[in-house]
């Protein structure tokens, strides 16, 4: 088979392969991720996981197809391509199989790719119904191999073998919460949906080799804010691959969500549509630096 010809040249366009399901509709997973970091400027690749004809969050009656059996055969014809990717977002898988054939996609394709995984499982303390422990397990072993963890409150708990805070947290859990997510391996964790004063919501990250929490919030709108963690991590990722340091980059993706959510609780829409986040992508190109 004939290798793909790639660019060595050091100011290339990045390549990012975004791994998620595709929820038809319902602006979460792939149809945030490809947009998002296509706006940004990246050649965004995807490999879908499973269809769904909505997310799962709050729809009775989806429609559900498992595409793990897909996943190594697409990944061995990528080897024989010779394609290589800068960066591997992964995101909602749907079984511990999806998550198992991640092992396979990296070493097919993840030689110098940087893996940053949002283990997307769950929220307000709960895991969403379709997991299981099987999914938690194997969840928590690949998280080790990421470079750049983006866990909400609840997935971190859930990966860190922790309590979830109830009724509340504060600044030094957090920063301690950071500090085990880091210890499952990770360079840079990022903790999002964190509100450390009413009426705020916002995310910390941490850098390993800094040692000194971040944290940048916005106001709290409240609402189900379907997909939000999608629409943060990318905007987030497509920064920090962009070479942004890591609170400008927090700040970037923390104003555009709560851009995102603005503009959607004023248009007064299902909110199981998702965030309204495309006429707000033109503002995130321009505030790239
Ligand atoms: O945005 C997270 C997400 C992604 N994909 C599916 C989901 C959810 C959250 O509920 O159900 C299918």
């Known amino acids: 088979m004939q290798k793909l010809k790639l660019s060595t040249a050091p100011d290339r366009q990045k390549r990012v392969l ?3 399901d595709i929820s038809c509709v319902g602006r979460c997973s ?14 965004t690749s995807i490999l879908p996981t499973s269809i769904l004809s909505t997310h799962t969050g709050g729809f009775e009656g989806y429609t559900y197809r498992d595409l793990s059996a897909d996943m190594n055969p697409v990944a061995d014809h990528w080897r024989a391509l010779g394609l ?16 198992e054939n991640l092992d396979h996609l990296l070493d097919a394709v993840g030689a110098g790719a940087e893996l940053i995984a949002d283990p997307v499982m769950g929220d307000n303390g709960r895991l969403y119904a379709t997991l299981d422990g099987d ?7 690949f998280c080790g191999r990421a470079e750049l963890l983006l866990p909400n409150i609840t997935e971190a708990a859930i990966l860190t073998g922790t309590e979830y805070p109830y009724p509340g947290y504060n600044r030094a859990w957090v920063a301690d919460m950071l500090r085990r997510l880091n210890d499952l391996g990770s360079r840079v964790a990022v903790l999002t949906g964190v509100s450390l004063e009413p009426g705020r919501i916002g995310a910390a990250a941490m850098d ?33 691959l962009l070479g942004t ?27 199981r549509l998702g965030l ?12 790239l630096q």
């Open 276 to 287: 309204q986040f495309e006429p707000e992508l033109i503002t995130l190109a321009d505030n």
């Open 208 to 240: 390993r080799y800094a040692g000194e929490m971040l944290y940048i919030d916005d106001a709290f709108i409240p609402g189900m804010w379907h997909g939000a963690g999608d629409v943060f991590a990318s905007a987030l990722i497509g920064a920090h």
């Open 18 to 20: 975004a791994v998620h």
């Open 135 to 141: 999914y938690v397990d194997a969840m928590r072993r």
């Open 245 to 271: 340091p890591l609170d400008k980059a927090l700040r970037l993706a923390v104003t555009f969500t709560a851009r995102c959510i603005r503009r959607t609780r004023d248009a007064g829409t299902d909110e």
């Open 84 to 99: 290589r990717f800068d960066a591997i977002f992964t995101g909602w898988l749907g079984t511990h199989r999806h998550v």
């Open 30 to 43: 792939l149809t945030v991720a490809l947009p998002v970091l296509s706006a940004m400027g990246f050649e």
